[in-house]
């Protein structure tokens, strides 16, 4: 068929059909003589896919991207291309939904008694501002692609070979979480450091333990990794889904659980419908996130449960603001620098501002030390 054929048929333009070809997405035959192009059932496919992917907003180097892989038949990396575009939707449906809520706020000061203070507007705008900065400056800075092929071994090295450690002493994980965070002996700059998985097992054991999972109940894993925290929560009847920023981690945790639903995404845009999971948990992911963005993050989170859901966090954590004072103090006197840069470069959270916060918002906590960081954290709504 000739070209007003074929886009008569699939309703868009000649022109649009001519800047693919341009593009090099579609590369039509042309008839002998006269050098018309000719288009195939083949081509109106192609054509087809890329209206389709053109309707959710992805971009024509993705698009480019994605054909090849459908090509090649891979439809797992198609499923990726796909996800990174929901993601991406989520994303902006979520900060449409956060500029509403400020509109909302300032139209109810407006509507209030007496003359408006425009200096409340200026600071809601602020509050919003400073808001979109934290969730659009988030990044993967430890670059977990590359770690996916080893890093069941080494969490489970680093907590085997740390097993005899006081674990009330105070101490560190390696610095390197990109090379070496919990694979092996500390350097000679921290002798006494202790491993970012110190514990490992035991806290995952505890956490799927205080979920208790009813049969076929929906749990969302955040930062699932390789899965290894869902798995617990599969062997006890759960319906899991688990999201991560890479590719890699999320294409391992497949492969070990395949029943399991997993997808692209981070703690900040949450690929998902509002009331969506029965509970929700994250072990050692939360701490990469600022204070701004773990705030963010508790508001994400109560966002996809519904009106019973629980959360569930384990991760690294100081106890309160003197213990982090504290813990500082001990390294800077044992000369250990490269514990000071670890809990300089992440954000290990205060666990009685965790609590505070969820109480605020409607929960009641309990909490359990495993050594001088690693702490769970249940939270369980009153209502």
């Known amino acids: 068929m000739n070209i007003k054929e074929a886009a008569g048929r699939l309703g868009i333009s000649p022109r649009a059909i001519r800047f693919y070809e341009e593009k090099g997405l579609i590369l039509p035959s042309k008839q002998a003589g006269n050098g018309y192009r000719s288009y195939t059932e083949n081509d109106i496919w192609r054509l087809q896919t890329i209206a389709a992917l053109r309707e959710i907003g992805m971009s024509l180097q993705d698009i480019t991207h994605a054909l090849g892989e459908i090509d090649q038949g891979n439809q797992q990396r198609l499923e ?124 995952l054991e505890q956490t799927a333990h205080w979920i208790s999972p009813a049969p076929r109940e929906q749990g969302l894993d955040i930062g699932t990794g390789t899965g290894n925290l869902a798995g617990k929560l599969l062997e006890r009847g759960a319906t899991m889904t688990g999201i991560d920023q890479s590719r890699e981690m999320l294409r391992t945790c497949r492969t070990k659980y395949p029943k399991m639903h997993v997808k692209l995404g981070n703690f900040l845009a949450l690929p998902f419908a509002d009331q969506t999971f029965d509970f929700l948990v994250s072990s050692f992911a939360f701490h990469h996130l600022s204070p701004d963005q773990q705030q963010l993050a508790l508001q994400e989170m109560q966002r996809v449960l519904t009106a019973r859901g629980r959360i569930c966090l384990t991760d690294l954590m100081f106890v309160d603001a003197a213990h982090h004072e504290e813990y500082i103090r001990q390294a800077e006197t044992a000369g250990d620098t490269l514990q000071l840069r670890a809990v300089r470069e992440r954000h290990f959270p205060l666990l009685n501002e965790l609590c505070s916060w969820l109480e605020e918002h409607g929960y009641v906590t309990k909490h359990m030390r495993y050594n001088s960081l690693l702490h769970t954290l249940l939270a369980v709504p009153l209502r």
Not at 142 to 167: C, F, K, L, S
Request: without cysteine.
């Open 80 to 203: 990726e291309y796909l996800e990174l575009q929901q993601a991406v939707m989520y994303a902006q449906w979520i900060e449409l939904k956060r500029m509403l809520d400020t509109t909302q706020r300032m139209i109810d000061l407006n509507r209030q008694d007496g003359p408006l203070d425009v200096s409340h507007l200026h600071e809601l705008a602020d509050s919003s501002r400073r808001l979109r900065e934290a969730r659009q400056n988030w990044h993967d800075r430890w670059n977990y692609d590359t770690q996916a092929a080893i890093h069941d071994e080494r969490v489970q090295a680093a907590d085997g070979m740390t097993a005899g450690h006081n674990p009330e002493e105070a101490g560190s994980m390696p610095y390197n979480e990109s090379t070496n965070a919990g694979e092996g002996p500390a350097t000679k700059e921290a002798p006494s450091s202790f491993y970012l998985y110190h514990n490992y097992d035991e806290a």
